[in-house]
T-cell receptor, first 110, second 115 residues
Framework: DQQVKQNSPSLSVQEGRISILNCDYT??????FLWYKKYPAEGPTFLIS?????DKNEDGRFTVFLNKSAKHLSLHIVPSQPGDSAVYFC?????????FGKGTKLTVNP | GAGVSQSPSNKVTEKGKDVELRCDPI?????LYWYRQSLGQGLEFLIY????????KSGLPSDRFSAERTGGSVSTLTIQRTQQEDSAVYLC?????????????FGPGTRLTVL
């Protein structure tokens, strides 16, 4: 039973536009959420995180929004760049270990 | 190097053989994790080491899987009598263990193919 779901396996956007990646979770005990970015043949790299006591965290072009009542979070990338093309994983933290979604492959077209 | 390293980068083995995968965490990181990513799937937690505490083995899929962490640093994941469904990318991560929320730094992974 998947506790972290990324329902869109892929997303394609035009350079300069906004990319919105979505993630849903089922376990209300999750209290910390992270986004990781993964290029082919490399390990995932940390992008941005948010604690459950917040509803928004911003870091440059990346913003994560958390809606606890809906058990939903999203990652916004503005403006999108071709170098952002990668697989993005949403992860939730029940204490130490991370529970990952299946990922969304983002393609940013020049 | 400053990052997490894993070896080998690729491993092809025959069904029934044993394999060992190695992880060198970032120096000073007390927490070490193993995950695997099967084709089309997300990262699946396998095992977690924290300092001298007993490891959290709750994610190991069967008793064919085991892991050790020697001297609080290097870790080895062993898969005995490999099966085709063990084929996956095995990822190691490490983190500083302070509080409950720690960014995990991942290695490049070992791609295991069981023929």
């Amino acid at each position: 039973d998947q506790q972290v779901k990324q329902n869109s396996p892929s997303l394609s956007v035009q350079e300069g536009r906004i990319s919105i990646l979505n993630c849903d979770y089922t376990n209300s005990m999750f209290d910390y959420f992270l986004w990781y970015k993964k290029y082919p043949a490399e390990g995932p790299t940390f992008l941005i995180s948010i604690s459950s006591i917040k509803d928004k965290n911003e870091d440059g072009r990346f913003t994560v929004f958390l809606n606890k009542s809906a058990k939903h979070l999203s990652l916004h990338i503005v403006p999108s760049q071709p170098g952002d093309s990668a697989v993005y994983f949403c992860a939730a933290s029940p204490q130490k270990k991370l529970v990952f979604g299946k990922g969304t492959k983002l393609t940013v077209n020049p | 190097g400053a990052g997490v390293s894993q070896s080998p980068s690729n491993k092809v083995t025959e069904k029934g053989k044993d394999v060992e995968l190695r992880c060198d965490p970032i120096s000073g990181h007390t927490a070490l994790y193993w995950y695997r990513q099967s084709l089309g799937q997300g990262l699946e937690f396998l095992i977690y080491f924290q300092g001298n505490s007993a490891p959290d083995k709750s994610g190991l899929p069967s008793d064919r899987f085991s892991a050790e962490r020697t001297g609080g640093s290097v870790s080895t994941l062993t898969i005995q009598r490999t099966q085709q469904e063990d084929s996956a990318v095995y990822l190691c991560a490490s983190s500083l263990a302070h509080g409950s929320y720690n960014e995990q730094f991942f290695g490049p992974g070992t791609r295991l193919t069981v023929l």
